[in-house]
DNA sequence: TAGATTGTTAATCGATTAACAATC
DNA sequence: TAGATTGTTAATCGATTAACAATC
């Protein structure tokens, strides 16, 4: 990779999906691939799979293509997949529930560690399904403080009501985690170094609701 | 609007961002607002408000701003959240439960009129908190047929395990369903004037995990 | 070697920002 | 009217595509 220049988040988020058409042709039990095949699978262009590809060095070999073992492995590197991440879940609603069981995750190293809810009636009860073990069990939020000190917390999942989410951000930036991921439908600002990704359904949903309207099949 | 060139995708997208920021102006009370303070809230450039606002006609007004009410309710239109989309929820699993339950969607005038699944533990069963009503109740997917016949359906949201999205999703088109929301983790290859909008969650937290490894704050 | 396909430079395209005349 | 701010054109920037020499 060129130290000097860093890479546009452009092709950043273009690279979990050509980790999971890699993931496709390994389970195919395809050897190779060249960015021509792979365009055509994917309905992109050679010249952008290997100019992107190009950002972190020349995995290819000319006239062969990509070994598709070596290129998963590399993609798997270069996000970090390999990082054993550690995350918490705050709010143990439906959307926490589905957080704690999605299979993904953990596959893909990123590990829940810890749940947390302010209902009485939530904590105790255990939010993996088949998994009666501590990571899975909810705990009070008044608790996060102690448990965030005494363990690597990564990344916190914010699945509370909009209306907490403002403070729990807050909260959890203040207790030194520096990732969050966003699920209510608002920005977050905060201060200092800390990653923020949104996953803001309503408007994904909106923009459905657009193109089905106008019928713009592509996007 | 100009009806011979249609909107870029990349525009569209952002409207339902400006939808929140204005919704946030509405209820503070605030009457009109500058493409210039729009801009210092949004983080943005003005000139992109004014550019992307002017796609679909001349909203404001010179040497006074934007009409906050008005914009709004145009953004809102222009979305087609006027519409009163009807909607399927396929899957009534953790993911199923939360988007039955998320209040913004209804507020925005999408109608999840029917929940279906194939658990002989959860038809019956009604997924939306304090409702009984029938369009909380979970079907057995193989009554899907003649309900989507007997009512209007317009989108399908597809919550059921990666293992069935495909068959679920040619099923639901071959019905006439023109717009899916895909929450499964792979792409959809459909035939026909079909609209399909995915969460790739495992994609945006991957996105965080590189973000997070090399701090790359705004994006 | 000859054929295939990369890595990379150059050309094109589209999106963003800047500037300013129009106008409320 | 004078000041403010839009709508829109022009300039810039960045991303995508095309082309091809390098090389396996």
Do not use: C
């Not at 950043?12 to 095949?37: A, F, T, V």
């Not at 270069?78 to 069981?101: D, E, P, S, T, V």
């Not at 991921?181 to 990704?197: A, C």
């Amino acid at each position: 990779m060129d130290k000097t220049k860093k890479v546009s988040i452009t092709v950043i988020r273009r690279l979990p999906r050509y980790y999971r058409y890699l993931s496709d042709l390994k389970r195919e039990g395809i050897e190779r691939i060249s960015s021509d095949d792979l365009s055509v699978r994917m309905g992109v262009t050679a010249s952008q799979i290997r100019q992107d590809l190009n950002n972190f060095g020349g995995f290819g070999q000319q006239g062969y293509g990509y070994n598709v073992i070596m290129l998963h492995s590399e993609i798997a590197r270069i996000l970090g997949l390999n990082k054993n991440f550690k995350a918490i879940i705050i709010g143990a609603g439906n959307m926490g529930h589905a957080l704690a069981n999605y299979p993904n995750f953990s596959e893909r190293g990123y590990e829940i560690v810890g749940i947390f809810d302010n209902s009485k009636d939530l904590i105790g009860t255990f939010a993996k399904e088949h998994d009666t073990s501590k990571s899975s069990e909810i705990r009070d939020i008044a608790k996060i403080k102690e448990f965030v000190s005494k363990n690597q917390v990564d990344i916190a999942m914010l699945t509370v009501p909009s209306l907490y989410t403002k403070d729990i951000a807050e909260m959890a930036v203040s207790l030194g985690i520096k990732a969050l991921w966003n699920f209510s439908p608002m920005d977050l600002k905060l201060p200092g170094d800390v990653v923020i990704e949104n996953v803001h359904l309503s408007d994904s949903l909106m923009v459905l609701g657009y193109r089905l309207k106008t019928l713009e099949i592509e996007g």
